[in-house]
C-alpha cells in the first residue's frame, strides 16, 4: 500500500521558518519525481516545488523562489520543502506529490499558517 505521509506544518508567525516533510512507503522513490503543491481556502491547488527523482533538477513557483528549497533522500525515502521568510500568504495545505510514468499518489496534507 502506497502511502505519503506529510508532517511539519504549524503556525509560524511572518518572517518565520518551517521544514515539511513527506515519509513515502509502499513505492520505489527512487523511481518517482516529488513535489510540493498547495492550496489555500477558495483557491486552486498550484504547484510550489518540484525535484527530479534523482534529485539534480528543481524548479520553483516563482512566488517561493529564494525562499523555499525542497530537497530529498532517496536512502530515507523521504521528501522535504525548507520554507523560509514566510509570510501570511504562505498559508494553505501543503501536499506531497509523487509522480512516475504510470503513477502519481497524494498524501494527505499538512496545514501551514502563518499569522501573527
Known amino acids: 500500500q502506497v502511502q505519503l505521509v506529510e508532517s511539519g506544518g504549524g503556525l509560524v508567525q511572518p518572517g518565520g521558518s518551517l521544514r515539511l516533510s513527506c515519509a513515502a512507503s509502499g513505492v520505489t522513490f527512487s523511481r518517482y519525481a516529488m513535489s510540493w503543491y498547495r492550496q489555500a481556502p477558495g483557491k486552486e491547488r498550484e504547484l510550489v516545488a518540484a525535484?527530479?527523482?534523482?534529485?539534480?533538477?528543481?524548479n520553483y513557483a516563482d512566488r517561493v523562489k529564494g525562499r523555499f528549497t525542497i530537497s530529498r533522500d532517496n536512502a530515507k525515502n523521504t521528501v522535504y520543502l525548507q520554507m523560509n521568510r514566510l509570510n501570511p500568504e504562505d498559508t494553505a495545505m501543503y501536499y506531497c506529490?509523487?509522480?512516475?510514468?504510470?503513477?502519481?499518489?497524494w498524501g494527505q496534507g499538512t496545514q501551514v499558517t502563518v499569522s501573527s
Open positions: 525535484i527530479t527523482s534523482a534529485g539534480g533538477v528543481t
Open positions: 506529490n509523487a509522480k512516475s510514468e504510470v503513477w502519481t499518489y
